[in-house]
């Protein structure tokens, strides 16, 4: 499995949106589980929301209703929906592919939200 590519990021004012993308090749692309994280400068790594292989997604508590994730198996891609953008948004945000225990990490993208 090659690792999964993320992009989408970029600089954003509050209360903007934002949509990121991972797309990972394969052919068995629907059968990961596929999680977006983000990272601060200083601060550990922490999920945003995940998306199952059966569809089901979770969600930090802290980003219910302005985070949605969604997956197209048929593209091979998983989006992260961000909307009402705050500046404590601003992290690298990447992409896990995990299946059997097993685990593939993107290389991250950035988001800014800055006035």
């Known amino acids: 499995q090659v690792p999964p590519v993320e992009s989408g990021g970029g600089l954003v004012q509050p209360g903007g949106s934002l949509r990121l993308s991972c797309v990972a090749s394969?052919?068995?692309?629907?059968?990961?589980?596929v999680g977006w994280y983000r990272q601060s400068p200083g601060k550990q790594r922490e999920s945003v929301a995940t998306?199952?292989?059966?569809?089901?997604?979770n969600y930090a508590d802290s980003l219910k209703g302005r985070f949605t994730i969604s997956r197209d198996n048929a593209k091979n891609t998983v989006y992260l929906q961000m909307n009402s953008l705050k500046p404590e948004d601003t992290a690298v945000y990447y992409c896990?592919?995990?299946?059997?225990?097993?685990?593939?990490w993107g290389q991250g993208t950035q988001v800014i939200v800055s006035s």
């Open positions: 394969g052919s068995i692309f629907s059968v990961y589980d």
């Open positions: 896990n592919l995990a299946w059997l225990g097993r685990n593939y």
């Open positions: 998306i199952a292989s059966s569809g089901r997604t």
